[in-house]
């Protein structure tokens, strides 16, 4: 079993940053990937960003590519998504999520499984 606990959510103006963080504690040997998803009320569920354990490729959704970044510090076994430039759209609840999964983009949710219990971010105008 993986536990994901994440932080950092809270209301901002527009233009301001936020970081979330993802901190993962179990079995976290058996995943090799991150993402983080949101998802407003509403609507469906959004791959946001991802990135593989260790290092390597970040993929991200055109939504916030140049405003995102996804990073991680493998010591903490924390994946961070630092959010610059938030706009209303970003509002959102915030999840991460891990599993074991290769190819493509990984910013679709049925490859992870297991999710953290999210963090709301709340963006005005």
């Known amino acids: 079993q993986v536990q994901l606990v994440e932080s950092g959510g809270g209301s901002v103006q527009a233009g301001d940053s936020l970081r979330l963080s993802c901190a993962a504690s179990g079995s976290t040997y058996s995943t090799n990937r991150v993402a983080w998803f949101r998802q407003a009320p509403g609507k469906e569920r959004e791959g946001v960003a991802s990135?593989?354990?260790?290092?390597?490729?970040?993929f991200y959704a055109d939504s916030v590519k140049g405003r995102f970044t996804i990073s991680q510090d493998k010591v903490k076994d924390t994946v961070y998504l630092q959010m610059n430039s938030l706009k209303p759209e970003d509002t959102a609840m915030y999840y991460c999520?891990?599993?074991?999964?290769?190819?493509?983009?990984?910013?679709?949710?049925?490859?992870?499984?297991?999710w953290g219990q999210g963090t709301q971010v709340t963006v005005s105008s």
């Open positions: 990135v593989y354990r260790g290092g390597g490729a970040t």
């Open positions: 999520a891990t599993g074991s999964t290769y190819g493509g983009d990984g910013l679709a949710g049925q490859v992870y499984n297991y």
